[in-house]
């Protein structure tokens, strides 16, 4: 079983349509959960941050973590074609220097 | 004014050649990565260094040997380049504090091994 696991897509909806990302994982020690956002050829840029359980919302993204069920989701409200891009959910267990894992990402696509 | 910047952007080579990579952080950060993407985009941790110093070192091949100048640059040589090396390779930055610790990502170099 692979650390972390998260569905590859591509997923494609509407524009206007409410998007659920989710990933889960097997290491019990992770405690910061990310995502980031990859457009083609580009690098990733942080989108979401969450330390332990709970949820965090900034504008139409909101990130919620269940540590409980090894469990995380990123929701972004009203997509836009410019949200068209991979996703990628990424955690770690203790300070910066422990370097991310990642998910394999999820490609998403907006139609509009 | 770029925060993570990787030199080239792109490199083409042929097997068995030897190449290096740059990259440079104006961050201030004290800790910098190099990141492997595969074709699949799976994005996997290399080496981590702190201040100069190896904190990770992944399973990697050992014709992989990263160097650290100083903290704000970390390179990649690569040697006896092999077709599986193609990908992109991804240096970061960031804190090595145990608060909120985004890592920057450079733009990718696109290495390609014919």
Known sequence: QKEVEQDPGPLSVPEGAIVSLNCT??????????WYRQYSRKGPELLMYTYSSGNKEDGRFT???????KYISLFIRDSQPSDSATYL??????GGADGLTFGKGTHLIIQP | DTAVSQTPKYLVTQMGNDKS????????????????????????IMFSYNNKELIINETVPNRFSPKSPDKAHLNLHINSLELGDSAVYFCASSLSGWEDTEAFFGQGTRLTVV
């Not at chain 1, 990130?63 to 069920?69: H, I, L, N, W």
């Not at chain 2, 440079?24 to 985009?41: A, I, P, R």
């Open chain 1, 63 to 69: 990130a919620q973590v269940d540590k409980s069920s």
């Open chain 2, 21 to 44: 990579i740059k990259c440079e952080q104006n961050l201030g950060h004290d800790t910098m990565y190099w990141y492997k993407q595969d074709s699949k985009k799976f994005l996997k």
């Open chain 1, 89 to 94: 959910c990424a955690m770690r267990s203790g």
């Open chain 1, 25 to 34: 994982y097997s290491n019990s020690a992770f405690q910061y959960f990310m």
